[in-house]
């Protein structure tokens, strides 16, 4: 696996697009589908990622910002292809990535030679590609893949408001062809889009033909399709335009529907979806109601809890130790200029994110690949008492063999687990600084073990696996 590796860092240095790699695409695990195969390991995908405008924004340095992730212990971003773009000051997000300055916005459509964009520079030719876009957008996945990071590439994305439809290219007033003399409540329709379907098929079959031989990928058909009009119906035909250029390909990746804010039921799901994301999933009560679906259940977006970092630490670490496979908080401390992921935005700014948040997410990772979590369920019940007050618990297990618990609330607790009898070791985690104590050795003589834990403000995790006999 490492020799693998260093070819791939080596080839993506010298510009290859790492065609022929022989790697199998990101897949979901064959013994448990509710988590990642990952170049031969089973993988939960856990970040802290910029606000989705690596590619389309012509300034961001997307090199510094994956070496930044990768320093981080992260292992996973989500990037917009430019059907979507945001004015600047769009929902009080300062330095937003997916607002270009004027003039520096790139996307898989061509100019023209008609001046008149609304955001600077020509129209948009929507029957021809924008080579440079491509060469960019494979370059992000090549630089990505070398550092062992996973893309979410997110299609499409609704006009919340006239604001963004004023700057799409798909907007009639910014091509050449005249298409989309619709409201942006149509858009993403399949009988009311006024001409754009095909251009939403086109643009689909393209990228999915562009980005084919990377392992590093997933595809999400459309960000929050809950607001601005889009149907269920135009979302599985963009999933049927997906599975039909992959089949053609000889390549298949897994493909990811964005459900709802909160959490909700997923009914009559496409087969092609492996990946059902929600956003703000805290308390993580969606991932029991859709468990059954033996697929990934991800929480790809959080946001609008102030820009502490109490809140987004709970969420990450409660979905993950729900049974979550993946956990994405949007930082908006990766900026244009801020690659690094060090801009101190104001304090309204609608979420958080910060290099001292991103080693606690390491901190998760680290905690949820210490096990054998392919062979872990849910398993809050376990848990029989003992809790402080008010407090939120989560637990995985591996009943008899392996236990990972998360707390938030409280200072302290006598926690009650209902554990078979044997010798475990116990080790104590403090999710915002990382330390760990001394893995100490407890005899269980059967029922219910009683495990008090250290002083903690406001959480703790616990790690419990049984010895070797």
């Known amino acids: 696996m490492k020799t693998m590796l260093t070819f791939l860092a080596s080839a993506a240095s010298a510009g290859h697009l790492l065609a022929a790699t022989a790697l199998a695409p990101l897949s979901l695990h064959p013994e448990n589908p509710h988590y990642f ?78 001046p008149g964009y609304a955001n600077g520079g020509t129209k948009f030719d929507l029957h021809r590609w924008d080579e440079d876009y491509f060469r960019r957008l494979k370059d992000f996945l090549a630089t990505a893949s070398r550092y062992g990071i996973v893309v979410e590439m997110n299609l499409f994305c609704p006009f919340y408001e006239e604001a963004q439809w004023r700057l799409s290219p798909q907007n009639a007033i910014n091509n050449i ?70 089949k053609e390909l000889g390549v298949r990746h897994l493909i990811s529907m964005n459900i709802a804010n909160g959490k909700a039921k997923v009914t009559d799901p496409h087969p092609a979806i492996s990946i059902f994301n929600f956003h703000y999933a805290f308390p993580p009560d969606t991932v029991a109601m859709n468990y059954d679906l033996n697929k990934i259940i991800g929480d790809n977006e959080t946001g609008f809890k102030g820009t502490n970092d109490t809140h987004y630490r709970m969420e990450g ?39 001292d948040f991103r080693r606690q997410m390491r901190t998760l990772s680290q905690f949820i690949h210490s096990f054998d979590f392919v062979k872990m369920r849910p398993a809050r019940e376990l848990v029989k008492g003992g809790l402080p007050d008010k407090a939120h618990v989560q ?21 009650q687990l209902d ?36 002083a903690y403000e406001p959480d703790i995790a616990l790690r419990l696996v049984r010895a070797q006999p």
């Open 177 to 246: 062809q005249g298409l989309g003399t619709v409201p942006r409540t149509n858009v993403y329709t399949l009988d009311k889009h006024g001409g754009l379907l095909a251009v939403h098929e086109a643009m689909t079959r393209k990228i999915v033909t562009e980005l084919k031989d990377f392992d590093n990928l997933y595809y999400e058909i459309c960000n929050e399709p809950y607001f601005g009009g889009v149907t269920m119906a135009w979302q599985k035909h963009i999933a049927d335009v997906i599975v039909a250029t992959e």
């Open 317 to 355: 670490w409660a979905f993950i130790l729900a049974g979550g496979g993946l956990y994405n908080n949007l930082d908006y401390s990766f900026t244009v200029g801020f690659e690094d992921g060090t801009f101190a935005y104001h304090a309204k700014q609608p979420g958080g994110g910060n290099p």
């Open 37 to 114: 195969l990952f170049r031969g390991q089973p993988t939960v995908l856990i970040t802290s990622a910029e606000h989705y405008g690596a590619v389309l924004n012509r300034d961001f340095n997307y090199v510094k910002y994956l070496h930044t992730l990768a320093q981080d212990g992260l292992n996973n971003t989500r990037t917009f292809s430019g059907a979507y773009v945001e004015p600047q000051g769009a929902f009080n997000i300062e330095r937003n990535t997916l607002a270009p300055a004027p003039g520096r916005f790139i996307c898989p459509w061509a100019r023209s030679d008609v």
């Open 395 to 415: 637990m995985l297990a591996e009943p008899g063999r392996q236990y990972a618990l998360y707390l938030f609330g409280g200072k302290e607790a006598q926690l």
């Open 419 to 454: 554990v078979p009898a044997g010798t475990y070791s116990v080790q104590w985690v403090y999710p915002r600084t990382g330390q760990k104590t001394p893995a100490q050795p407890v005899r269980h003589e059967g029922g219910l073990l009683t495990l008090a834990t250290p």
